[in-house]
């Protein structure tokens, strides 16, 4: 043989599942030969030739066994019968030397469950178990060849030490099953203890597991000593100790005096027994949205090994609606005209805790022009809800100065110390002077009049959207007209005119102002008028996958999100398309609003209470922020109004949402007045 006979060999010991087909015995032979004889070594060192080739071509064969090209032995179906050593000898073609390899072969098979099983577990990974008196626990990998090593380990610190326990494996037959067993003492100090069960196995194709028990002592008492309020549907954090510890254990209160483990961290280990709780890496528990189901006791203990200490805490879920003033229905900001002796009422409904309801006047610079006598406060119960209500008689001060002011009703609550929403009015006084009565009414006479001073560039085109809408909902065809009355634009008793209808509109979904013209979203174009109604320019996606939802105006640059391709697109006065950005942070873009005083484009990404959050960009496409979870059913558009409120209309619950930006405070909730024969209802 012309090479070295340190070229070539068989690996000494090779592992085969039972029942495996054509397995193959590999080794490296030489390929000049005269002959190639494989061997079984029985128990008593005596060979058994199982199969042979002469130059090529079989001269002893075998039903279970055959030769490769490459002179390795292939086993036709793997039974534990051919769990033995094997021999192949190689002769050279002149017949005047030979090369002998010998190979173990190990027949697997790998065992009824993929980790070890704690007995007391009941079938989990991982779990807690209360000790008492004496207890025995037991570990075991059944089902499995060759047999595992299967131990306890008492886990403390960075290492794992190996206890004395009861160990036996049994015979199943052709499988084995192994067990250990572990005698566990009750202490009067005995504290909380992470035992660790491993199992080991030969064969390369078994895995190693690992298994987890928590032993804890027997029933505690815990005297709770402090509450937590937390918003529903919210992400809530439960905070337990600001040092690092390496024992941090947190359990709930469920039937009686029973706690729950719920999660744990043991030096190295984390583990939430419950899906809906989490462990931060500062050991606070983290759930994720708070639910009814959530609320109750919770205890966090944590320390030491050695040593252990324990924070109480009592979870409380707030429940919040739509907080009201009496006289407004329309808006949160709305006019209210009162007399010296008048009432001003404001309500919650369907609220928990019980909290409380107070008038404030917010502007501590100047004297408040009125005094407020009695604030009531009127709960009513139902279940575990309430009803609150306040009313107070509204005295004018004689020196008055001010004729309108504003004034807030707001809800509070002495044990979480901050105001959790409020609702805003304007107060028209009257019955001081003719020139203060004539100077208020015309100031604040109307609520939809206030709104027009406060927002008087989008006057129009909120009226042109709601046509829109109205026309959208009654026909649910494609080809639509939209008309609305003429608008007479004037300047120096000039009249322009403008379009009274605008035709081949396929299901509009948004309409806006850019520069001199009118930009309509479609559905899946953009396109551009004049005000007399001509059509300017069109954008159309090459691809037809092009979906605009909304639309938002910033410095002569057109935003557009586009639910295709989850992202704003930014278009010039021209409609030319210019870039793109937000695909990074956006799922399901809707409304879309710019902030100006914060130079913010305010984004609706999210359709459900579970992922409705307010996405923030500056306008250059430079993602600034996340504004929380705001328990919106189905959000569409979003609009500032000049201060830190949102507007957020939900077509999910009917209602618009009025939430602070800067606060991360829902503000109010409403729904609109019944509307005129002129505007659209929910029907059409």
């Avoid at 009814?292 to 409380?316: A, K, R």
């Avoid at 015309?442 to 959207?465: E, G, K, N, R």
């Amino acid at each position: 043989m012309a090479s070295s006979d340190t070229e070539y060999g068989c690996p000494t010991t090779q592992y085969f599942k039972k029942g495996a087909e054509d397995a193959v015995i590999e080794c490296h032979l030489p390929l000049d030969y005269y002959s190639i004889n494989w061997y079984a070594i029985s128990d008593s060192q005596k060979r058994v030739q199982l199969v042979s080739r002469k130059i090529g071509v079989h001269y002893y064969q075998s039903e279970d066994f055959n030769i490769t090209s490459n002179g390795s032995l292939r086993i036709k179906v793997v039974t534990v019968d051919h769990e033995h050593e094997y021999e192949v000898l190689i002769i050279s073609t002149d017949q005047t030397e030979g090369l002998v390899f010998k190979v173990n072969v190990t027949v697997y098979e790998r065992p009824r469950q993929k980790y070890p099983v704690i007995d007391l577990c009941k079938g989990k990974i991982n779990c807690i178990v209360t000790v008492q008196h004496k207890t025995l626990i037991s570990c075991s990998v059944e089902d499995v060849r060759p047999a595992s090593f299967v131990g306890w380990f008492n886990k403390t610190g960075s290492s794992e030490t190996l206890l004395n326990s009861s160990r036996n494996t049994t015979s199943n037959g052709e499988t084995f099953s192994s067990f250990a067993k572990l005698n566990i003492t009750v202490t009067r100090n005995r504290l909380y203890e992470l035992l660790v069960c491993k199992s080991f196995n030969q064969a390369p194709s078994i895995n190693n597991g690992t298994a987890m028990v928590l032993l804890e002592p027997q029933r505690q008492s815990w005297i709770f000593n402090k509450s937590e309020y937390m918003l529903l549907r919210k992400r809530t954090v439960l905070r337990c100790s600001t040092s690092k510890q390496t024992v941090l254990i947190w359990k709930k209160r469920t039937e009686g005096m029973n706690y729950e483990t719920i999660a744990y961290r043991m030096y190295t280990y984390s583990f939430e027994n419950d899906a809906s709780y989490r462990l931060s890496t500062d050991g606070s528990l983290i759930i994720s949205s708070l639910s009814l189901e959530n609320e109750g006791n919770y205890v966090c203990i944590y320390g030491t090994s050695e040593e252990q200490s324990f924070s109480v805490i009592t979870l409380h879920a707030i429940i919040l609606s739509s907080i009201n003033i009496l006289g407004c229905n329309s808006s949160v900001q709305c006019v209210l005209e009162v007399q010296n002796g008048d009432h001003i009422e404001c309500s919650l409904k369907r609220v928990r805790p019980e909290v409380n309801l107070e008038f404030v006047y917010p502007d501590s610079s100047t004297p408040s022009p009125i005094t407020l006598e009695g604030q009531p406060r009127i709960p009513e119960n139902h279940g575990d809800v309430y009803d609150i209500s306040i009313k107070s008689r509204v005295k004018i001060n004689a020196d008055a100065a001010i004729r309108n002011i504003t004034i807030v009703c707001r809800v509070t609550n002495s044990a979480i110390g901050e105001h959790l929403m409020e609702a805003k009015a304007i107060l028209t006084l009257e019955g001081l002077s003719v020139a203060g009565q004539d100077s208020s009414k015309s100031a604040t006479s109307h609520t939809i009049l206030l709104l027009l001073v406060i927002f008087p560039p989008v006057a129009l085109v909120a009226s042109f959207v709601c046509f829109l809408a109205c026309k959208r909902r009654k026909t649910g065809v494609s080809n639509q007209h939209v008309k609305f009355e003429l608008i007479q634009a004037t300047r120096n008793d000039e009249k322009s005119p403008v379009a009274t209808e605008i035709g081949n509109l396929e299901q509009p979904h948004d309409v806006l102002t850019l520069g001199a013209k009118i930009i309509v979203l479609l559905n899946n174009k953009i396109k551009s008028f004049k005000w007399n109604g001509d059509l300017v320019e069109e954008y159309t996606d090459e691809s037809g996958k092009f979906r605009p939802f909304a639309g938002a105006v910033f410095e002569e640059k057109l935003y557009v999100t586009d639910k295709t391709s989850k992202c704003i697109l930014v278009f010039s006065t021209s409609l030319d398309y210019e870039r793109n950005f937000g695909q990074d942070h956006l799922n399901r873009p809707r409304g879309i609003t710019v902030c100006e005083e914060k130079g913010l484009l305010l984004v609706l990404n999210g359709e459900s209470e579970a992922d409705a959050v307010i996405s923030a960009f500056k306008p250059n496409g430079e993602y600034v922020i996340e504004i929380g979870q705001i328990q919106l059913e189905d959000p569409w558009y979003i609009k500032c109004n000049g201060t830190d409120e949102i507007f957020i209309s939900d077509n999910g619950s009917r209602e618009v949402t009025v939430f602070n930006i800067v606060d991360n405070k829902l503000v109010n909730r409403f729904s609109p007045i019944k509307l005129t024969e002129h505007q659209c209802t929910a029907e059409e």
